[in-house]
Each structure stands twice: as C-alpha cells, then as structure tokens.
T-cell receptor, first 114, second 115 residues
C-alpha cells in the first residue's frame, strides 16, 4: 500500500532563514506523481507543484525549490529566505487509487517568525 | 482564474440532522472529489465522481454519505444523520484532464461543526 511520510511535524524558523520540508513516498509502483499543497491559516489548500517519477530534475519557482530523488523516493521542498507569509501547513501528497484520489501526508506546520 | 467554490463556509448543525455541502467545480472539469480534514489532522479522501456516478470511495464514505451532481454546475455531499465525529473541514476538488495524474484543484472548504 502507498504511504506518504512527512516526518517533521512542526518547524520554526526566523525570517530569511532557508528551510527544507521532507517527504518520503512508499510505493511499489514505478510510475507515480507527487504533489505539494500549502494550507495557510485561512484553511484552503493551495496547489504548489506536481512532479512525476521520471523527472528527477530540480525545479525552482521563485523562492521555492523542489528536489526529487527516485532512489530514496523523497520529494523535498525548500523555501529560500523564508517570509512570515510562508507560515502554513505544507502537505505532500501522491495518487492512491485508480481514479486519482490523493493520499496526503500528515503535514508539516511551518512557523516563520519575524 | 477559474476556481472551485464551496458553500457554506461554515455549517453548524445538531447531531442527527442532515446536512448538504455544496461545491461548484471548475466549469470544464470532469472529475470531482470530496475530502475531509478533521481538525489538526491530515486530509483524507472520501469519494470520487465521474460521469454522474461514484468511481471510487474510501472506507469513511459509508451509507450515511451520498453525493450528487443535480445540475451541470453543482456537486453536493449529503450527510444523512450527522454524528459528532463528522465535525471536520470538507474539501471539494476537481480536475479537468483524463489523466489521473492531472492536478486536482481544491475549493476553500466548508467547516462542519456537529453539536
């Protein structure tokens, strides 16, 4: 059975620090897709990125970057020069069924202090 | 930019009452989902819906739950007889492409409080 593990429950940093959020996906599938979603204090789920298992290139979007390593099934998310507005719960997710339903990790709560 | 909308944003109900949570998916999307998030916990899949029928459901989605697409725009989740443990945030999501790998976009959620 598939499993998404986010080992870090809570992280607290000071503004401008870099922070990396870890995600490990356990599966027997050779092809899969991984996602990151952000849940700010207002509660909505905001899509950040989708990555397939064939693409191990790092991706960068502004202050956000993602590092996928198939050998370890890890899909880590780094925020460079964190800001207070980055404070949120971040969820890693993967497809868990034939109809595309997502399996979520337990989330990592990031607090960025000024 | 098209977005998924949900109403109401907060629903308070008495145990045993029926509630209907409403969602308007992105207009050209074909696949619809409901997820649940109990306060402080992870997001859990409830049900997926395509072509006017349930395509997959989780163990959580028991006989007290039902979904419907009553017209071309709304997608509803009904809880027949609410229990205290149904208190949670309920998210609707939709995806447009035929590939299961296509991105799901989530609505803002409905917070259900059962008293």
């Amino acid at each position: 059975a598939q499993k998404v593990t986010q080992a870090q429950t809570e992280i607290s940093v000071v503004e401008k620090e870099d922070v990396t959020l870890d995600c490990v996906y356990e599966t027997r599938d050779t092809t899969y897709y991984l996602f990151w979603y952000k849940q700010p204090p207002s509660g909505e789920l905001v899509f950040l990125i989708r990555r397939n298992s064939f693409d191990e290139q790092n991706e960068i979007s502004g202050r956000y970057s993602w590092n996928f390593q198939k050998s370890t099934s890890s899909f880590n998310f780094t925020i460079t020069a964190s800001q207070v507005v980055d404070s949120a719960v971040y969820f890693c997710a993967a497809y868990g069924g034939s109809q595309g339903n997502l399996i979520f990790g337990k989330g990592t709560k990031l607090s960025v202090k000024p | 930019e098209p977005e998924v909308t949900q109403t109401p944003s907060h629903q308070v109900t008495q145990m045993g009452q029926e509630v209907i949570l409403r969602c308007v998916p992105i207009s050209n999307h074909l696949y619809f989902y409901w997820y649940r998030q109990i306060l402080g916990q992870k997001v859990e899949f409830l049900v997926s819906f395509y072509n006017n029928e349930i395509s997959e459901k989780s163990e959580i989605f028991d006989d007290q739950f039902s979904v419907e697409r009553p017209d071309g725009s709304n997608f509803t989740l009904k809880i027949r007889s609410t229990k205290l443990e149904d208190s949670a945030m309920y998210f609707c999501a939709s995806r447009g492409g035929y590939q299961v790998s296509d991105t799901q976009y989530f609505g803002p959620g409905t917070r259900l409080t059962v008293l």
